[in-house]
């Protein structure tokens, strides 16, 4: 099992930044890819990017690529997301879950996921 605990939200204005972290402890080498998805009021929880752990690969929702980017530092087994040019639409809760997928489309299936953080709530205004 991986625990993972998020940090980093909080309220920033339209076309502000912020940067997301992710803690990772346990047992990480069992996991192939670091994800962060988002969950708005009253909407599905949705994919935004993820990570390899050993590659580095990348992958983005097409709502977010050219704004969001995410990346890792495996000595602290943790994992960024800065985001930027933040839009009201990307006001949600974040997540970053873990999982063994090590690529294709079954990373963007919230079932291919075995462990989730708690959250961290971002807030975009306009």
């Known amino acids: 099992q991986v625990q993972l605990v998020e940090s980093g939200g909080g309220l920033v204005q339209a076309g502000g930044s912020l940067r997301l972290s992710c803690a990772a402890s346990g047992r990480t080498s069992s996991r192939n890819t670091i994800a962060w998805w988002r969950q708005a009021p009253a909407k599905a929880r949705e994919f935004v990017t993820a990570i390899s752990w050993a590659g580095g690969n990348k992958y983005y929702a097409d709502s977010v690529k050219g704004r969001f980017n995410i990346s890792r530092d495996n000595a602290k087994n943790t994992v960024y997301l800065q985001m930027d040019n933040l839009k009201a639409e990307d006001t949600a809760v974040y997540f970053c879950?873990?999982?063994?997928?090590?690529?294709?489309?079954?990373?963007?299936?919230?079932?291919?996921?075995?462990?989730w953080g708690q959250g961290t709530q971002v807030t975009v205004s306009s």
């Open positions: 879950a873990a999982t063994t997928v090590a690529y294709g489309s079954a990373l963007q299936w919230s079932k291919s996921y075995a462990d």
